[in-house]
């Protein structure tokens, strides 16, 4: 089993910043990648970003690309979403998943385990 657990998130004014991590620990012997996913009230889930295994692929989703940027700390088996110039429509719950293997993808059906969310609220 593994477990993911966020930290980070809250309120931030439209224009700021905030950050967040996500450490995964249990059976992370094997390669895998973590990403991130939101889910706004009503709203399907939706991918936000992700990083391989060894953290030299990255891929951002179009709608946060120029303002959030993800990395990986595999010291800590950790990743952390840099988000910057937040807006109202950031506001949702941000998940991270962790899906085995090399590959990165943006299906979240494709991943294995998931973090309980982390609630990040952007005021106007």
């Known amino acids: 089993q593994v477990q993911l657990v966020e930290s980070g998130g809250g309120w931030v004014q439209a224009g700021g910043s905030t950050r967040l991590s996500c450490a995964a620990s249990?059976?992370?012997?094997?390669?895998?990648?973590l990403a991130w996913f939101r889910q706004a009230p009503g709203q399907r889930r939706e991918f936000v970003a992700v990083?391989?295994?060894?953290?030299?692929?990255?891929h951002i989703a179009d709608s946060v690309k120029g303002r959030f940027t993800v990395s990986r700390d595999n010291g800590k088996n950790t990743i952390v979403l840099q988000m910057n110039n937040l807006q109202p429509e950031d506001t949702a719950v941000y998940y991270c998943?962790?899906?085995?293997?090399?590959?990165?993808?943006?299906?979240?059906?494709?991943?294995?385990?998931w973090g309980q969310g982390t609630q990040v609220t952007v005021s106007s």
């Open positions: 990083a391989n295994w060894s953290g030299d692929k990255t």
């Open positions: 998943a962790l899906q085995y293997g090399r590959i990165i993808t943006s299906t979240a059906n494709s991943y294995n385990f």
């Open positions: 249990g059976r992370t012997f094997n390669a895998y990648s």
